[in-house]
C-alpha cells in the first residue's frame, strides 16, 4: 500500500485528530467528555465522504463505534478491572463484526478494501466491484482475512479479559500491552503475507501465457 495523500488523511482523521482531540479536552471536560470530544474528526469525515461520494467511510464508523463502547463501558462502572475491561471492548466488538459479517453477501473487509482502494486511485471502488463480481479468488480471500481478524481480534479480547480478571492489576498492565500488541502483529504480517501469496497467484497465469506466446 502506498502512503498517497488520501490514505494518509484517512489515517490522521480517526487515529490522530481524536487522540489529539482527547488530550486537549481531558483536563477540561474529564474523561468522559473527551472520549466524546474525540468521536468529532471521524463524525465529520463521515459526514463529508457521505456528502461527496454518497458512501459512509467503514473505518470512521468502526473507530465511532469503538469510542462509544468505551463510553458505555465508563457508565457501567468505574472500577479498577472494569477500566482494565474497557480497552478489550472495542476490539472485541470488532471481531465479532468480522465475523457476524462472514455469512452476508459481502464480509466486513469488504468494506474496509474498498474504501482504501477508492482512496488509492481514480476510479478504485469501481474497479474493486468489477473485481469482486468477476473473480471468485478474490471473494474467498476477502471470507479467509474476514475470519482470520475476526477470530483473532475476539481471541485477543477473552484471553485479555480472563487476564484482567484474574490476575493482579499490576501484572496486567505489565503484560496485556505485549500481548495486545503481539498479536495485531502477527495477524498484520500474516495479511501482507496472504496479500503476497495471492499477487503471485494471479500473476502466474499472465507469466504463462508470456512464456507459451
Known amino acids: 500500500m502506498k502512503l498517497r495523500p ?21 483536563p477540561h471536560l474529564g474523561e468522559t467528555g473527551a ?20 458512501r459512509v467511510d467503514a473505518l470512521s464508523v468502526m473507530v465511532v463505534a469503538g469510542i462509544v463502547l468505551s463510553v458505555g463501558a465508563m457508565a457501567l462502572g468505574g472500577s479498577p478491572r472494569m477500566l482494565l475491561l474497557r ?6 466488538a470488532i471481531g465479532v463484526a468480522f465475523l457476524l459479517s462472514l455469512p452476508m453477501r459481502r464480509p466486513l473487509i469488504f468494506y474496509l478494501a474498498r474504501a482504501t482502494v477508492a482512496r488509492e486511485m481514480e476510479g ?14 478474490l471473494v474467498n480471500s476477502m471470507r479467509l482475512m474476514t475470519l482470520v481478524w475476526g477470530v483473532g481480534l475476539t481471541g485477543e479480547t ?3 479479559a480472563w487476564m484482567a480478571l484474574t490476575w493482579p492489576i499490576e501484572r496486567f498492565l505489565a503484560v496485556s500491552p505485549f500481548i495486545g500488541y503481539g498479536i ?3 495477524l498484520t504480517l500474516w495479511t501482507l503475507w496472504y496479500r503476497k501469496t495471492m499477487r503471485n497467484r494471479a500473476g ?5 501465457a508470456r512464456s507459451a506466446g
Do not use: M
Not at 488520501?6 to 481531558?26: H, I, K, Q, S
Not at 472520549?35 to 454518497?54: D, Y
Not at 480497552?87 to 472485541?92: I, Q
Not at 478504485?124 to 479468488?137: D, K, N, V, Y
Open 6 to 26: 488520501g490514505f494518509v488523511a484517512e489515517l490522521a482523521v480517526n487515529f490522530l485528530l481524536p487522540w489529539l482531540a482527547y488530550r486537549l479536552t481531558l
Open 35 to 54: 472520549l466524546i470530544a474525540s468521536a468529532g474528526p471521524p463524525i465529520a469525515w463521515s459526514l463529508i465522504e457521505l456528502a461527496r461520494f454518497k
Open 87 to 92: 480497552e478489550s471492548l472495542v476490539s472485541g
Open 124 to 137: 478504485g471502488a469501481e474497479r474493486f466491484e468489477t473485481l469482486w463480481r468477476e473473480r471468485p479468488s
Open 158 to 160: 477473552a484471553l485479555r
Open 184 to 186: 495485531y502483529g502477527a
Open 204 to 208: 502466474e497465469p499472465v507469466e504463462a
